[in-house]
T-cell receptor, first 114, second 115 residues
Framework: AQTVTQSQPEMSVQEAETVTLSCTYD???????LFWYKQPPSRQMILVIR??????QNATENRFSVNFQKAAKSFSLKISDSQLGDAAMYFC???????????FGAGTILRVKS | GAVVSQHPSWVICKSGTSVKIECRSL??????MFWYRQFPKQSLMLMAT?????????EQGVEKDKFLINHASLTLSTLTVTSAHPEDSSFYIC???????????FGSGTQLSVL
């Protein structure tokens, strides 16, 4: 079974600084998808970034980028120029293929200090 | 982007009553819907997967007679918590998969409080 591990229960970052959230996963598959979701206090799940495992290039979305290391089964999220609105719970997730379920990590609470 | 509407946003009920939660895909056909449960400051736990027109597939440990899931159309899935008890109090989130590239979209969640 696939598992996703987030080893940082909480992280803090100063506004305008950069922070990296860690995620590792376990799978025997070669084709899959990885995601980072943000859950703010409203509890609405918001997709931050998506990575297809067959793509070697790391995904980037504005201030958000990932470091995808397929051999190491590592998928970290880097948030640059952190803003107060980035404060939320962040979940790393794995999906075998479209139409299949998401497997979530335990989550990391990110606090942004002004 | 696609929108998934979940209703109600919150519900308070007495122990022993049943509660129905609706999840609608507003602008795409959701071939698959997923129901999650989330306790405070914890991750989302998948309860069941439902495909339109077929019986839901429940995760291990989830009581199918307790949590009834119906996916009767390509735009609507319902979760009914039958004979709710205080331990069923939780945040329930649906997600729908379908449309172009089979992307996944989340509803806004339902907070259930059983007194």
């Amino acid at each position: 079974a696939q598992t996703v591990t987030q080893s940082q229960p909480e992280m803090s970052v100063q506004e305008a600084e950069t922070v990296t959230l860690s995620c590792t996963y376990d799978t025997s598959e070669s084709d899959y998808y990885l995601f980072w979701y943000k859950q703010p206090p409203s509890r609405q799940m918001i997709l931050v970034i998506r990575q297809e495992a067959y793509k070697q290039q790391n995904a980037t979305e504005n201030r958000f980028s990932v470091n995808f290391q397929k051999a190491a089964k590592s998928f970290s999220l880097k948030i640059s120029d952190s803003q107060l609105g980035d404060a939320a719970m962040y979940f790393c997730a794995y999906r075998l293929e479209y139409g299949n379920k998401l497997v979530f990590g335990a989550g990391t609470i990110l606090r942004v200090k002004s | 982007g696609a929108v998934v509407s979940q209703h109600p946003s919150w519900v308070i009920c007495k122990s022993g009553t049943s509660v129905k939660i609706e999840c609608r895909s507003l602008d795409f056909q959701a071939t698959t819907m997923f129901w999650y449960r989330q306790f405070p400051k914890q991750s989302l736990m998948l309860m069941a997967t439902s495909n339109e027109g077929s019986k839901a597939t429940y995760e291990q440990g989830v009581e199918k007679d307790k949590f009834l899931i119906n996916h009767a159309s390509l735009t609507l899935s319902t979760l009914t918590v039958t004979s709710a008890h205080p331990e069923d109090s939780s945040f329930y989130i649906c997600s729908a998969s379908g449309g172009f590239n089979e992307k996944l979209f989340f509803g806004s969640g339902t907070q259930l409080s059983v007194l």
